[in-house]
């Protein structure tokens, strides 16, 4: 293999390896509060929050820009609200990461 192949290899596997990395945006986002939990709704799907404090202050129905990242379970130790016979559909768990 002659070096100029071994570099083109070498920076495609580079491109791939942070191309497939989520980043992280800034989104507009809905606060949404029910007895089954806070979500923050995009595009019309909703995700639920993990880490109730970076929301807390923000009453439902608020439009807030945040940065979230999904994840594939909730371990908050804080997130223990009571559970009511409501089914309320979303896209999963997530964390907020930032809130501007």
């Not at 129905?61 to 409501?86: H, P, Q, R, W």
Request: proline fraction near 1%.
């Amino acid at each position: 293999m002659t070096k100029t192949n071994l570099i083109l290899c070498f920076l495609l596997i580079l491109t791939t390896i942070f191309s497939s990395c989520k980043k992280e945006t800034n989104q507009t986002v809905t606060v949404i509060r029910d007895c089954t939990g806070t979500y923050l709704r995009l595009n019309g799907k909703d995700y639920h929050v993990c880490n109730l404090e970076k929301v807390a202050s923000f009453p439902a129905g608020t439009t807030i820009t945040a940065t979230f990242k999904k994840l594939t379970e909730c371990n908050d130790s804080g997130n223990t609200a009571a559970v009511c016979y409501m089914l309320h559909e979303n896209e999963g768990w997530i964390e907020v990461t930032k809130i501007k």
